[in-house]
């Protein structure tokens, strides 16, 4: 797989309920962040998560790190439509600061 | 919060031109960079600048493109030739500190269409 991949590539669900997103990674890392981004529009940093850390939370959002497992996951809770869009995790490599690799992204679609 | 803030939005432009994109970066930051997001296709590095210069460009980074920070507050992309693979979603960040330790501030984008 590739650095930085997220997976599903696509999630539906109701508003209300929990979504949960997945990204992994293959080479070691400084830190790992989430990005959203609304269709057609600028990213959004959402999350900086370091490599030392394990989990993170912001408001109904919560970050896990494994760092033996190279994966990371995103939860989102009580999901709302205004959550709809997509969601990247980038990685910024230990040889390679200041250099972000993005993933392709989950698109998280919420109904309501 | 402060902004990254770019400009034009939208570019078009014909095979073979120029064009300069323009980004006005937070305005303590040290750190820039611009990646681009091709339609459908993941958000790639395109190069990051500090200090006055290029710390790090992709392969995708070629000779036809350069970086500019032609004053205090401006970053600018210029691609020399455009051609048809050009046309992508291009987005300026900034960072306070290196992007490796701190998070990244993107802006909105420049749409570029190459005709």
């Known amino acids: 797989s590739q650095q930085g991949e997220e997976d599903p590539q696509a999630l539906s669900i109701q508003e209300g309920e929990n979504a949960t997103m997945n990204c992994s990674y293959k080479t070691s890392i400084n830190n790992l962040q989430w990005y959203r981004q609304n269709s057609g529009r600028g990213l959004v940093h959402l999350i900086l998560i370091r490599s030392n850390e394990r989990e993170k939370h912001s408001g109904r959002l919560r970050v896990t790190l494994d760092t033996s497992k190279k994966s990371s996951s995103l939860l989102i809770t009580a999901s709302r439509a205004a959550d709809t869009a997509s969601y990247f995790c980038a990685t910024d490599e230990r040889t390679n600061a200041g250099k972000s690799t993005f993933g392709d992204g989950t698109t998280l679609t919420v109904k309501p | ?115």
């Not at chain 2, 014909?14 to 303590?28: A, D, F, H, K, Y």
Request: glycine share 6%; charged share 20%.
């Open chain 2, 1 to 115: 919060e402060p902004e990254v803030t770019q400009t034009p939005s939208h570019q078009v432009t014909q095979m073979g031109q120029e064009v300069i994109l323009r980004c006005v970066p937070i305005s303590n930051h040290l750190y820039f960079y611009w990646y681009r997001q091709i339609l459908g296709q993941k958000v790639e590095f395109l190069v990051s600048f500090y200090n006055n210069e290029i710390s790090e460009k992709s392969e995708i980074f070629d000779d036809q493109f350069s970086v500019e920070r032609p004053d205090g507050s401006n970053f600018t992309l210029k691609i020399r030739s455009t051609k048809l693979e050009d046309s992508a979603m291009y987005f300026c960040a900034s960072s306070e500190e290196a992007g490796g330790y701190e998070k990244l501030f993107f802006g909105s984008g420049t749409q570029l269409s190459v005709l």
